[in-house]
């Protein structure tokens, strides 16, 4: 998205909107911004829920020219009855709710989902979760590099 977003910018489609947003960006209080956001979401119309997978946009504070931003929260893959669901890591794979430092708050605030009964985090290579430098395995679960122990109550290798 960034590349198509790059390619608009280059050939100067969004020249109009930055223009309109710099000139709104004037006339605002100080310590506040516009922004102009796409996002890309995962959702559940039923429900009436959806998860932001990836977000990207034009935003500008006051007195400031209006710049580009892209980003979401890196990606966990889940097993949870059965299946596996991949979505972003600070959400519950259960109820979509915020989910964040599963490990550290292992009940799901929002559906109470228990990390390890009900959801286990898969690890679908030995890096490590926690610095993503070092190694770790069912057999070996002390990460070579930052020392932080895998609970392999909590976590499946895929």
């Known amino acids: 998205m960034i590349d198509f977003y790059k390619t608009l910018e280059g050939e100067k489609k969004f020249e109009k909107i930055q223009s309109l947003i710099e000139k709104a960006c ?6 506040t911004g516009i922004t102009l956001s796409f996002q890309l979401t995962l959702d559940k119309p039923e429900e009436d829920k959806h998860i932001p997978y990836y977000e990207m946009g034009i935003t500008c504070v006051k007195n400031e020219t209006p710049h580009f931003f892209e980003g979401t929260s890196s990606l966990a893959t889940y097993v949870i009855e059965n299946d596996v669901l991949r979505i972003p890591h600070d959400r519950c794979p259960k109820c979509w709710g915020i989910w964040d430092f599963k490990t550290l708050h292992p009940d799901c605030p929002c559906c109470g989902a228990k990390l ?43």
């Open 26 to 31: 004037k006339n605002i209080p100080d310590s």
């Open 116 to 158: 390890g009964t009900d959801v286990r985090i898969m690890l679908d290579s030995n890096t490590c979760p926690k610095c993503e430098k070092g190694t770790v395995s069912m057999q070996k679960p002390l990460c070579t590099q930052c020392g932080n122990e895998i609970n392999p109550h909590y976590f499946s290798w895929g």
